[in-house]
């Protein structure tokens, strides 16, 4: 058996620890809550909880955690032992079904955006059995889901699962019309293709806005940066290959299928993507992903960023969101086959989620929009704001040929071949593949390119699923009544086709004459989370989500309401942050050179009175003005610091420090960046670009 073989899996309660370890009856009963989401009964529960305790005790094992993720967009732990005194006062180790199921953290010091006051603190966690338990950091992890007292969803998994179970019950009506008896059960299917930059740990003690805002508020451009592509693909640095090896063991015993790793574009960024797995699965081992990134990292004198633009003029970091719908047979909907024009399952299904990406385009958007990702999206690395489809060639053209009613006679190769004897040819995809799109299908998913390198993805891929589980719904209703299922598919194929193709663009998303077209089309331009939010609670999405319990109206709000909050304190803990650096460091130091420079100057005249020091003064001059406009430009942001608690409510306040906030602090850095550029480097305070960039 390899090594990979040996370790993969060995810290998690999975399918084969069960089956080796649970009685049948259990096992069966537990089989059957996981595969069909029946009820479990407190006995079984009860069978289970001592098998896992047994089990994590033989690991080395003393408490069990209610692992879960609140809207903090981290995940949260409170730590137990299995200790129980028994009757004489001895010690033994005990682990019940009743604490399997429920645990109880203080709701009120998460966030709930107002669904809990600070003396309503109850909560509870429900352990999810669709998810496998595991051990981390010698801690047995149960995967929970988190609510409030009242009932309320506090967490980003509880939404995400019942998105899950929605579209599998409008998915199994449609298939029950193409005559599938054999499916029971449709699920979703994701792998996040993770982004993130890797600096040396001494160099970002270093830099205070780094370490308060895990990006640099500040930095001139360094004389080289991913100008010559040099960085993408290339051989990896040993530092950074044993970081990666580490990593890799550490997902594996946690059985994260991590498959993929490489340098990306930019200096110092790299790229970790998972195989496929089932959302829920796939969400918990992102959260974990994430975490061990960064604690793998240190333990290399490395320190991990996970912000979506850490630098300014390179390229910042996503987490390309690999999106498809699967049978529990192994059947990919999603798939065109190799004559999609004559596949009408995989038709449907395509044009359910071209209409619900045109519906919905401002849920996406919504679901994507955080303080992080607004200085990313629209970058020419990533997708602008506006919300399209990329289908390629082929499927466009099918596309077209169904609307236009016309026979389809067009032959694309499906064999590539290189026109070298000894290089084999090799099957051809469906389609080319559009780095400029936002949500581009590429053979048989769709990846969703804007979601944010340390956003959860919980959050977009409820949306995907509920939008898309809407219009199976719609479908279903209208192809269930009709009595020629042919004709009325063509029909609707046709009409769906026709009155959302403009949600289709196979060009160039980032050319200023796509978002002149787009506007054209109809289509939302929302660059901004203040933007962006307002869509959340319209009537229509309220309407949606309610209407498949997927969140309800006060959740909904409250939901809205913790985004603006958390857009709004990172930008002011980034305002206060480059206000304290400017007035303790920058200023301090550039006067210290003008010192200098002034003191050169002097000695020139006093020991050489015909000296020329006209240079001195030339830079004297320069740092004093930028100095003087770097002064008044802190002054102008601490005050929009205090006028900010002039906003009524908290839109407003999101608002004003996008508007207001926000762009002082751009003022500011371009100030602070030219005074970077012309001062003497034993005097600048920081670690500049290039020692960051290139520091590892």
Known sequence: ???????????????????????????????????????????????????????????????????????????????????????????????????????????????????????????????????????????LCIPTAFCSYGGEVLDKKTPLLRSMEVLNIQALRILKLFSDTETSRVITT?????????????????????????????????????????????????????????????????????????????????????????TNAACDHNQLTMELMKKTALRHGMTCLLHEKPFAGINGSGKHNNWSISTNGGV????????????????????????????????????????????????????????????????????????????????YKREMNVGVDAIPAFPKDTTDRNRTSPFAFTGNKFEFRMVGSKLSIAGPNMVLNTIVAEELSQFADILEEEEDFTAALNTLLKDTIKNHKRIIFNGNNYTAEWVEEAEKRGLLNLKSTPESLPYFTSEKNIKLFEKFDILTEKEINSRTEIVLEEYIKELSIEALTFAEIAKKDIIPAVVSYIKELSDTANSKMVFVPDADSGAEKEIILKLSLLMHSLYSKTELLESRLLEIKNCIDVAERAIFSRAYIFSAMQELRAVVDEIETNTAKKYWPFPTYGDLLFGV
């Open 332 to 411: 990919n909907l999603l798939e065109p086959g190799n004559s999609p024009r004559e596949n009408a399952r995989f038709l449907l299904f395509l044009c359910a989620v071209i209409k619900a990406v045109d519906e919905y385009q401002d849920l996406l958007k919504v679901s994507v929009s955080t303080a992080g990702n607004d200085h990313r999206l629209g970058g020419n690395e990533a997708p602008p704001a506006i919300i399209s489809i990329f289908l390629g060639d082929e499927l466009t053209s099918v596309l077209e040929s169904i609307e236009g009613d016309s026979k389809y006679d067009k032959e």
């Open 1 to 139: 058996m390899s090594y990979i073989s040996d370790i993969f899996g060995s810290m998690v309660f999975n399918d084969e620890v069960m089956k080796e370890r649970l009685p049948k009856d259990t096992y069966r009963a537990l089989k059957k809550t996981i595969q069909d989401g029946a009820s479990l009964d407190l006995n079984v529960a009860n069978v289970v909880a001592n098998a896992m305790k047994d089990w994590a005790v033989e690991k080395g094992t003393t408490h069990f955690t209610h692992w879960f993720q609140p809207m903090t967009g981290i995940t949260a732990e409170k730590h137990d032992s299995f200790i129980s005194v028994s009757s004489d006062g001895k010690i033994i180790m005990e682990f019940s079904g009743k604490e399997l199921i429920k645990g109880e953290p203080d709701a009120s010091s998460f966030p709930s955006g107002g669904l809990r006051s600070t003396f309503e603190a109850r909560g509870y966690t429900a352990w999810d059995p669709t998810s496998y338990a595991f051990i981390k950091d010698g801690v």
């Open 190 to 278: 994701v792998g996040p293709e993770q982004e993130y930059f890797l600096i040396d740990t001494e160099l970002f003690k270093k830099r205070r806005d780094l370490v308060y805002t895990g990006r640099t508020l500040f930095g001139a451009k360094p004389p080289k940066g991913q100008e010559l592509e040099d960085h993408y693909f290339g051989a990896i640095k040993p530092r950074i290959a044993g970081f990666m090896k580490e990593l890799n063991e550490e997902l594996w015993k946690l059985g994260i299928y991590a498959k993929t790793e490489h340098n990306e574009v930019a200096p110092s960024q790299h790229e970790l993507a998972p195989i496929f797995t089932n």
